[in-house]
């Protein structure tokens, strides 16, 4: 019962955030900061799906253990595309701002790169049942000073919207719910149910952006 829960709250997640991202995209009606809204949502609902679909699949006909390569392939696509929505939302907030912050972006870009660069490495073994957990901490370490920045800029302007206001928190929460399962789900499968509200807080920083748009 578990398992089907996690695959209805998963496919619930890829359509809603979809479908956001679906309607900002036909509502754009040429205004930037709703396409690039839209444009960042269905980034993450697109990667997040190379991920969660052989999830739900497998969770549905309990073959989780026999879909360890198409897993580990989501899991790398996630890892690009997950980066490239905190640099979305990194432009689309600096933007919405006048361009402030322009010089930062220059590290966020570097930081991004070598996000990127050590999920190529193939020391990561992502088709692999058994990747080594090590190279998890690894490609995560940039990831994490990734958030933090965006979490940052999106703190110190928080007044500059009042529906976006609370975007840091959710930023925020969605990395203190990831982190643990980084570091301990390989010895603690349990605690990867974290990524349930860790998930949950990114359809909550969408809904923020849909109404800010």
């Not at 089907?4 to 979809?18: D, K, N, P, R, S």
Request: aromatic share 14%; with cysteine.
């Amino acid at each position: 019962m578990g398992k089907i829960m996690e695959a209805v709250f998963c496919a619930a997640y890829l359509i809603v955030t979809g479908a956001l991202g679906v309607i900002m995209l036909r509502t754009a009606d040429g205004g930037k900061q709703r396409l690039r809204f839209a444009l960042l949502t269905l980034v993450l609902a697109g990667g997040d799906a190379f991920h969660l679909v052989p999830r739900i699949y497998g969770a549905i006909t309990g073959a989780t253990d026999e879909l360890h390569a198409a897993l580990g392939f989501g899991t790398f696509v996630t890892s690009i595309t997950m980066t490239v929505f905190y640099v979305l939302l990194w432009e689309f907030w600096r933007k919405r701002l006048d361009n402030k912050y322009a010089a930062s972006s220059i590290i966020l870009y570097a930081i991004a790169a070598c996000r990127v660069a050590l999920c190529l490495f193939p020391q990561n073994e992502w088709l692999s049942a058994n990747a080594p957990p090590a190279w998890g901490i690894y490609r995560n370490i940039p990831f994490v000073i990734l958030g933090g920045i965006v979490v940052w800029r999106l703190f110190k302007d928080r007044g500059a919207d009042k529906h976006f206001g609370l975007a840091w928190l959710s930023v925020i929460l969605s990395f203190l719910f990831y982190i643990p399962v980084v570091l301990f789900a390989d010895a603690l499968p349990i605690i990867g149910m974290l990524m349930i509200p860790k998930t949950a807080c990114y359809v909550w920083l969408i809904v923020m952006g849909y109404r800010a748009t």
